[in-house]
């Protein structure tokens, strides 16, 4: 570990985890979706004056976008995230339009939780949240990670804070 | 975090010691201070009682004896609680902690450990002033607040409880976080008290601070609710009389005549929110005094209800010298501190300056005063850096885009006219020149200072020892510049932010403040 690649987070999350944000975002897009086109457009084409087949095509391709989106802004976002330790800390990488590079110690860490969602554990994934003090920005959450490395982390981050404190 | 756990009881005085080392480390329970409330907080909440009460109890005399039977019901179980909680309610200062324990049938013990308790406040209101009286409010880390409230004691009892408690932190305050290890408070000699008059606020500070006061918004609310008030009491009417009877008024006279009435108009307003501002300052922090005793800051303020508040300064995480445009035009500056735990949103009197440490003084003074603040700082070398100039064309940008937004959006309506929104991006690239002339951050050996605003300007100072995490943040145009956001949390209080890095910069930044806050003593906060 040399002083300049130190804020380079060296590890990449499971790949399984596109098909766990797949379906996570899709399920909010469906719904939302289905309520325009099968709800919203008749409301609308009865109660608005200008409602056009113009209008319709907007909202159609407004809903693919949508749709299409729950599908691609997951491989994108998993290509760019990047964690890992380096020296004693957690850093984070992330994020497409607005790129996050967090850094936390780990002997500022107050406790370590593992979470884990209903469809998170069909995929046997993990969300490592760490939390440090403060009230503000003070918990820092890792996703897709596979469940025996979220603890194992887990139990690295308690081991290196048991460490720490002589 | 495991050593919160109640201390044994009792230590027998002759314990078998094997060897000197472990027994320095046994906790001896000695209790400092024992106390109740004051009786004549007996006679504050049967004031209290019948002041709730007195709008029931008039009804109940003059229109229906049902809401009278109701009224003196729910008296008596008022007082009768009072009276329970009076003479249940003991508290019981060890060198260890502080117990509060009330209660008659649902009881209730509450142990703060002294190493966790931030912040010790006193209260009196004019009343309770009068009986003798002052509250006594413990705030910890938790961000609650005001964890526990003794409202009230004497005015004796809670200046000793304060004394002893300060006496005894010494000793238990070190980071000692997950550290059973600690000396008993007798056992360690005392640093001499250092005593400093840090600064104690003259009325001409206190107009200042009222006269500069820019947050017209309250008085735009007040203006709002007069109207509410009127509309309720059935004037609008009358005041729409009024109005057009004035506009025709206005409408007759000359046009510079009409210029200097408005302009007069304007003046009493503005005199009036001045006023009003200067004197709810004056009443709030008449005679403002700060004191640094040992390693704790003091307030003392207030003319009508009069506040202590107590701050461990190892507790402080950032200091804020906070300018308006007006202050820094005359050269003034309001001090703020954020402590562990402390929150701007909540507690019970944030528009009391609740993080106020200097209400108002010159930036010279302020400057004068952070050591009281940050111990060490005075030997701190700052070598300040500026921001990068690609933020104004970072600005400018946003302008453009903002420009395209607006424009496009009004062009169905305004056609051509909407190219006005084009006025947008000068002003923007003018406001990034500005933010970037103030911008300016440096890292000095143990804090980390950053200067910033657009008309105005803060400052604030940072201990590299409080950092709890560093985020460097990118947007889309940031990315196309090369530009970063940092941010630096702490333990208390908002996230420091510093905008329009340059990305070899933040990272170079975050990297070194990342590092030292992981060398650091683990709970240093």
Known sequence: ?166 | MTDDSDPPPEMPETAPVLDPAPAATQRETIVLAKGHLHPAVLLLRLLGALRQNAVPLLLGIAVETWFLVAALVLFVVQLGYAVARYLTLEYTLTNEELCIREGLLHRQERRIPLDRIQDLGFESTLLRRALGLAVVMVETASGRGVEARLDALSRNDAEHLREVLLAARPASAKPTQGDVMTAPAAAAPRPPEVEWMVHRSSTMELLVRGATDLRLGAFAVTGYAAFELADQLGFVTQLAGIASGFREWLQSLPPALLFGVLAGLLFLVMAFGVVTSTLGNIVQFHGFTLRLQGDVLQRRYGLLTTRQKTLPRARVQRVTLEQNWLRRLLGFAVVKADSAGGSRSDGQDTTGGWDVIVPMTRYTTAQTMLPAMLPGIEHETFTWRPGSRKLIARATIQGALLALVVGAAFWWRLGPNAFWAALIVPLWSILGVLTWRNLGWARGESFFALQHGVIGKNFACVPTAKVQAVVTRQSIIGQLFGLADLTVYVAGGSPTRIPDLTLGDARALQRELAGRAATSAAADW
Request: hydrophobic content about 50%.
């Open chain 1, 1 to 166: 570990m040399t002083e300049t690649d130190r804020l380079h987070p060296p590890d990449r999350l499971a790949a399984r985890v596109v098909p766990y944000w797949i379906i996570g975002d899709s399920i909010s897009s469906v719904v939302m979706t289905a309520l325009a086109w099968f709800l919203g457009r008749p409301w609308l084409a009865d109660h608005w004056d200008s409602w056009s087949p113009a209008w319709e095509n907007a909202l159609l391709s407004l809903c693919v976008i949508v749709l299409a989106a729950a599908a691609l802004i997951p491989p994108i976002n998993y290509a760019r995230w990047r964690y890992g330790f380096v020296g004693d800390l957690l850093l984070m990488r992330y994020g497409i339009l607005f790129v996050e590079e967090r850094a936390v110690p780990v002997r500022r860490m107050q406790h370590v939780d593992l979470s884990r969602g209903p469809i998170e554990r069909l995929f046997g994934l993990a969300t490592l949240v760490v939390f440090t003090a403060g009230n503000e920005g003070s918990a820092f959450r890792v996703p897709g990670l596979p469940t025996h490395l979220a603890q194992e982390l887990r139990d690295r981050i308690v081991q290196m804070r048991g460490d720490g404190r002589l």
